[in-house]
């Protein structure tokens, strides 16, 4: 029986091939989510699953205890580890240093890389492996570095790394002699760069990094592993852990193994183990919006079935003349939709592999195994089986006189007020999406508008690296190049906020500060709403004055002429308000205290001559070199390298989401548009006899479709504003435009896609025959 219900299905979607490729379509947009929901729980499931002997490797914690509070710690004293080598049944220990991000020196600037410090026990009991290079280098040679591929090729692209030297802000210049390969799974112990375990008490000694090789203390940087001789040990090593506990000063330290298997998912009481993949309550999440996904797929596809339900009417009445029973009708039903649900998958599959590689967040690591096509293969067939399940359940029940009689008289349903609901709740969502894309795109346009208006093109910032900047500004302001150089951590926007206390009166509030140029607001032309600029002496050690946006005086008084000349507590400093400058600095908004604060500028701007940039970049790269060798000078065009004229990624992520929601909410639509007008054909040939005009018999299938449209635009559109508010705060600029303008865009859109969706279908309503409708009567 599933043979022949396989050959009819397979011949009638065949028959109906534009249908099937519809229904495809509609569930492969539904399914897509859930298939890279699916991949990124596999990729969480197969993490760390490459190394050898995977079981028998555990990790040390660290249990902390105080008179406060006891904490887990993912880490472990380095000391630890010779001690226990001696251990009878472990083979093999390993030491990984968690140095943190270093900059490395290029010729196009620095580039940020992850280093750790291990040593060759690392490639033994990790199942890492080296393209090229011996992993005893990491002994013999405490300035050899390793590199993974995909780090090699960030620096230095299609050329052979081997061999190459580096240098590392801080850490010094090393020489590349290995090349590890990149993992073929996701792993909590991710790797750019290694370094020697040597190197790093080397750096010791030199008062680079902390003291940590050797003291119990300092453990929340270092992590510790152990490979057993079996599996069956784990018991007995925690014991013999208990033997190694530690007294502090003020803690106490106990030890315990994590199974290598039990890092991932990620356990929130085991403190810096940020890089273990995935949580149970996120996988709990991820589970619920792959079912819900599920039943989206579900409703589309009935919608869709519903439109032909008739002219399947007719072929379960003929089927179960010549003796099919109601079992094998619902079998072949069962099977199309399965089958459908099976193509959309195979085209779906493809479709995400492409989305991963091009947006890197995707980008996860997992094996297409057995568990994973199954998996896929599962869920596909579920998806099938709950779309096919209620129309296989109404179109079988069919009595063939019923049927073969007086089809258009068939009701499938007394009322679809569960389908009117869902598409009500899909439009809302449509309509919320929608909205926030056009605020997002407006906000887009004007904010690059008045950059194009404001900042010039000809400014270059420097990253100062907390260095001394004042003899290294002086000779760059020298240049015959530049025009004027600022020292800053502002500019057009704040590149380093720092926090500060406010009091003043009885009031106290947290506010952001950046430090400023006492020349920046005379250079940049900047009109103060009131008061008056810095005084041309600025004291260097000790802080007098300030100056406030509106938005930072409307805070402390209700207007901001009134804040002018008053004493106020910053910090534990009091300071006097010497003027108040204007909020509408590309878009910014937020609350903000204008200090000169010479120890935290973090940037010199630089404003040169036209047609200069590639000179002038030479010149001032040659004179950090004098004043800084060890470091490298990170020059930057403001506007290219702040400001690149290309769409926001919240612009491409909202713009994408809401054109897949709103074609699958089009799906879901245009089969209950369909239904509806196939059951109101009789009603429709009496009205037309009666007079009706072709735009009235369409308006009367369309209006109640257009109301529940209307409803979800009172759903969408408050939250399309409540979220559209939640980026403006998040933003804090006054460019986010919750105009009434955007608002009926965004809504205009979704309402005149869903009404054309459905005038597809209404529209036959003007080609009614009176005649043939009521001849079947």
């Known amino acids: 029986m599933i043979r022949n219900n396989l050959k009819i299905a397979v011949r009638i979607l065949w028959k109906n091939k534009l249908f099937s490729l519809v229904n495809v379509l509609s569930l492969s947009l539904s399914m897509a989510v859930g298939v890279i929901l699916f991949t990124g729980l596999k990729a969480t499931y197969d993490t760390d699953q490459f190394h050898p002997k995977l079981n028998q490797i555990v990790r040390i914690l660290t249990q902390e205890t105080n008179v406060e509070e006891q904490t887990k ?27 943190g991000k270093y900059n490395l020196q290029t010729d196009g600037g620095d580039v940020p890389i992850d280093i750790k410090f291990s040593e060759p026990s690392f490639f033994d009991v990790f ?55 990149d993992p073929p799974l996701e792993t909590h112990l991710p790797i750019e760069a290694m370094l020697s375990i040597n190197a790093a008490e080397m750096l010791e000694q030199k008062g680079t990094i902390s003291t940590s090789s050797h003291n119990w ?49 990620r356990n929130n009481d ?136 007086k089809i258009k008289n068939i009701k499938l349903f007394q009322s679809i007020a569960v389908y009117k609901a869902l598409i009500v709740v899909q439009f809302s969502v449509t309509i919320m999406l929608m909205i926030l894309v056009v605020i997002v795109a407006d906000y887009d346009r004007k904010h690059n508008a008045i950059i194009n208006s404001t900042v010039s093109p000809h400014v ?133 205290v204008y200090r000169y604060l010479p120890n935290e500028i973090a940037t010199l701007t630089i404003k040169i001559k036209p047609n200069t940039e590639l000179e002038v970049t030479e010149a001032i790269q040659t004179l950090w070199e004098n004043h800084f060798p060890e470091k490298t000078a990170n020059l930057y065009n403001l506007k290219e390298y702040h400001y690149p004229a290309k769409i926001s990624g919240e612009m491409e992520f909202l713009g994408g989401l809401a054109l897949i929601v709103m074609i699958i909410a089009g799906l879901g639509i245009l089969g209950i548009a369909s239904y509806s007008v196939e059951t109101r054909v009789k009603e429709l040939g009496i009205r037309k006899v009666l007079g009706a005009s072709n735009k009235e018999l369409v308006w009367a299938v369309t209006k109640n479709f257009s109301i529940l449209i209307l409803i979800a635009g009172l759903i969408g559109v408050p939250a399309g504003m409540f979220c559209g508010d939640l980026i403006r705060q998040d933003i804090g600029s006054s460019l986010v435009d919750l105009s009434f303008t955007n608002v009926s865009i965004g809504f205009g859109l979704v309402a005149i896609f869903g009404l054309l969706t459905v005038l597809t279908q209404t529209i036959r309503a003007a080609h009614v025959e009176p005649v043939n409708v009521l001849k079947v009567e």
């Open 270 to 405: 085991i403190k810096n183990d940020s890089n273990a993949v995935g949580t149970w309550e996120g996988i709990k999440i991820q589970l619920f919006l792959i079912l819900a996904l599920t039943l989206l797929s579900a409703f589309n596809y009935i919608s869709l079935t519903l439109a032909r339900a008739f002219s399947r009417a007719k072929e379960v009445g003929i089927r179960k003349t010549i003796g099919a029973t109601r079992g094998q009708i619902i079998g072949q039903f069962l099977t199309e939709s399965t089958l459908i649900s099976l193509f959309a998958l195979m085209f779906t599959m493809p479709c995400v592999e492409i989305l991963t590689h091009y947006i890197p967040e995707m980008d996860t690591a997992f094996s297409y195994d057995t568990i994973l096509i199954l998996g896929l293969l599962t869920y596909a067939v579920i998806t099938g089986l709950v779309a096919g399940a209620l129309p296989s359940w109404l179109l079988s029940a069919f009595q063939p006189i019923q049927v073969l009689r």
């Open 127 to 181: 199942g890492f492996k080296l393209l090229s290079g011996n992993a005893q280098g990491l002994t013999d040679n405490p300035t050899s570095l390793f590199l993974t591929e995909k780090t090699a090729e960030k620096i230095f692209g299609s050329a052979n790394a081997l061999g190459r030297t580096v240098r590392f802000e801080s850490l010094g210049t090393y020489t590349v002699e290995g090349i590890i390969q």
């Open 217 to 265: 203390g300092d453990f929340k940087s270092s992590a510790i592993y152990a490979r057993l001789k079996s599996e069956d040990n784990l018991e007995q090593f925690n014991t013999t852990l208990q033997n190694y506990t530690r007294k502090l000063d003020k803690s106490s330290l106990q030890f315990l193994a994590q199974p290598l298997e039990a890092i991932t998912p």
């Open 73 to 99: 710690w993912a880490t472990a004293p380095l000391p630890l580890a010779p001690q226990l080598k001696s251990i009878s049944f472990v083979e093999e220990t390993v030491k990984v240093r968690l140095a």
């Open 460 to 592: 270059l910032t420097l990253d100062l690296k907390d260095e001394n900047y004042k003899n290294l500004q002086n000779e760059v302001s020298q240049l015959s190049q530049v025009e004027t150089t600022l020292a800053t951590n502002w500019y057009y926007e704040p590149m380093k906020l720092g926090k500060s206390s406010v009091t003043l009166k009885d009031k106290t509030l947290e506010m952001y500060h950046v430090s400023i140029d006492p020349k920046t607001i005379e250079t940049e032309g900047i009109s103060l709403k009131s008061g008056q600029n810095f005084p041309e002496n600025m004291p260097q050690n000790r802080e007098q004055y300030v100056l406030m946006n509106e938005a930072a005086a409307k805070l402390l008084e209700s207007e901001s002429e009134t804040l002018v000349g008053q004493t106020l507590l910053l910090d534990s400093a009091y300071v006097q308000v010497i003027g108040i400058m204007p909020n509408e600095i590309i878009g910014e908004t937020r609350p903000l």
